[in-house]
């Protein structure tokens, strides 16, 4: 919903231009332009055909209609055909619009963001048109990323679960959950800062990897945190998924999260290994904790026992650290995004590409029209600012240097089992409910539904922080929504994690669904 202004406000635009409005007067227009900007709201974001102004480059875009993206997953759709052949030849991919496609308009989601075009192609778009990809759209996305990974709402509206339109999509990565599962597209390429590949996978029951930290460059993509920035393919099979990641891993020369990365392995011919012999681990500390649905667990430890069945060696196993990991990660996050929004967007103190015309426009806008960015991220950059005023950047320094103690504490669970198995997230998709009026919608908006504890990020934000690859695959369903099983392995060793989640979805675990793309 747009901003509503309070009687004080109504009354001094009344006195700018010359009226002098008694109090019941300002009472009584308050109340109209509360109506009529709900009205002003629902039609600016209507599908409504628009004339669009010539692109500077290929991929001119336009908003597709209702009758052609039901699910509101598509901020915008074009069409950029890659290569005549490759690997990704056929496939059709959608992008979450924090990646930059040239000539085309980047939005992170946001109004605010109106009237800037990207002169760029991220890496991955480049990567992914080499190898033979057809790019058919930017997806709805959290505005700015800056919500909880819930509601999957943003100023673009709110893209509806393909399981059931009155449930949840999750977020950030909404628009890529929704258009994956409901078939509109074979791949999506998301962002996870906390979660946000994983959530709209669990939720909308598909198949989504984070890769490990470092993994998949993030060159031309906005992020919240340089630590905790990751790019991830999301798709209705593994062995896509497996396919996407062969084509977009690997260094680029411009990101210096990449310093450390070893030799990219063959993830297809990894898929066809099995999991006989490969020691899981149940998560102790991933399971029944306050918020979770029972249903859930027991969704997730039968597909356990698909996988014990395939010949894999499970065992219970506990991570104490786990419990509070999330915690550091929400800190990075909150004083990692006013690190961005100073800089514009840009980035700073490190050798890697700065985007001269995001940083430009962006600044400009935050200038002029800083009143109209999202509610969620004046609270975030509040929020940040109020603990680097007051604490001096103490608790950020704190979250970056107790990385290293976290990290060893899943690496030595490591040491006794390959993977790590939990549930993605506590619960099946929650049911959207309406805000009743423009304060409930406020108070939904900065929450994103959260219940007020930890439930919704615990299993997810941990391995953000820590670096190690994870991945969300459909374990089957509760009341007919989905269930995602978290499976999470060694850094780098993402060709292992692959294999096993493979090695479910042969062994009868989850059929793929879909097919309108």
Do not use: W
């Not at 791949?187 to 959530?199: H, K, L, Y």
């Not at 109020?386 to 103690?405: E, P, T």
């Not at 292992?496 to 675990?509: D, F, K, N, P, W």
């Amino acid at each position: 919903m747009l901003r509503v202004p309070d009687a004080n406000e109504v009354h001094a635009l009344g006195e700018q231009l010359g009226f002098d409005f008694t109090m019941p007067e300002t009472e009584l227009v308050r109340e109209r332009i509360v109506l009529k900007l709900a009205e002003v709201h629902r039609f600016y974001d209507a599908h409504f055909p628009e004339e669009e102004a010539p692109a500077r480059s290929r991929g001119a875009s336009y908003r597709p209609s209702v009758e052609e993206d039901p699910l509101n997953a598509f901020i915008s759709k074009f069409r950029i055909e890659g290569a005549e052949s490759g690997p990704l030849s056929g496939k059709t991919v959608a992008l979450k619009d924090n990646i930059a496609v040239a000539g085309v308009p980047l939005t992170l989601g946001s109004h605010f963001m109106d009237g800037y075009i990207a002169d760029v192609d991220a890496t991955v778009v480049t990567r992914l048109l080499d190898q033979g990809a057809t790019v058919i759209g930017k997806l709805n996305m959290d505005d700015l990323a800056s919500g909880g990974g819930l509601l999957g709402a943003g100023d673009y509206g709110r893209t509806l679960n393909p399981h059931g339109a009155e449930f949840v999509s999750g977020g950030s990565s909404t628009g890529a959950g929704a258009a994956v599962g409901g078939g509109y597209v074979d791949i999506a390429i998301g962002g996870d800062q906390g979660g946000s590949v994983r959530n709209p996978a669990s939720y909308c029951g598909i198949v989504g990897l984070k890769p490990t930290f470092g993994l998949v460059p993030h060159t031309g993509a906005i992020g919240a945190d340089p630590s905790l920035d990751h790019l991830g393919p999301m798709t209705r099979r593994v062995e896509d998924t497996a396919l996407t990641l062969q084509c977009i891993a690997g260094p680029d020369g411009s990101d210096p999260r990449q310093a450390a990365i070893p030799s990219i392995p063959d993830y297809m011919a990894a898929l066809d290994r099995g999991v006989a012999g490969l020691r899981i681990g149940i998560l102790d500390e991933g399971f029944g904790y306050p918020g979770m649905d029972d249903e859930v667990s027991q969704s997730v430890l039968a597909a356990v026992d698909v996988l014990q069945a395939a010949g894999a060696v499970v065992t219970r196993i506990s991570v104490p650290a786990h419990t509070e990991a999330y915690v550091p990660a929400s800190i990075i996050m909150a004083e990692g995004t006013r690190y961005y929004f100073d800089s514009n967007l840009g980035g700073t103190s490190a050798e890697t590409h700065y985007p001269i015309s995001l940083i430009t426009a962006f600044g400009r806008f935050k200038q002029a029209a800083g009143y109209e960015l999202p509610l969620s991220s004046k609270l975030n950059a509040t929020f940040a600012e109020y603990l680097h005023v007051r604490y001096h950047g103490r608790f950020y320094a704190k979250a970056q240097n107790a990385r290293g103690a976290i990290r060893r504490a899943y690496d030595s669970a490591f040491s006794e089992v390959d993977l790590l198995v939990c549930p993605t997230k506590p619960t099946t998709a929650p049911r959207y409910v309406e805000p009743e009026n423009y304060v409930s919608d406020m108070e939904n908006y900065l929450s994103r539904g959260e219940p007020g504890n930890a439930a919704f990020s615990r299993n997810t934000a941990p391995f953000n922080y820590t670096g190690h690859p994870a991945i969300s695959v459909p374990s089957g369903t509760v009341n007919g929504l989905p269930v995602g099983m978290q499976i999470v392995g060694r850094r780098f060793e993402d060709d292992v994690v692959l294999r096993a989640a493979y090695a479910y979805q042969e062994s009868g675990g989850f059929r793929s669904e879909g097919g309108q793309s």
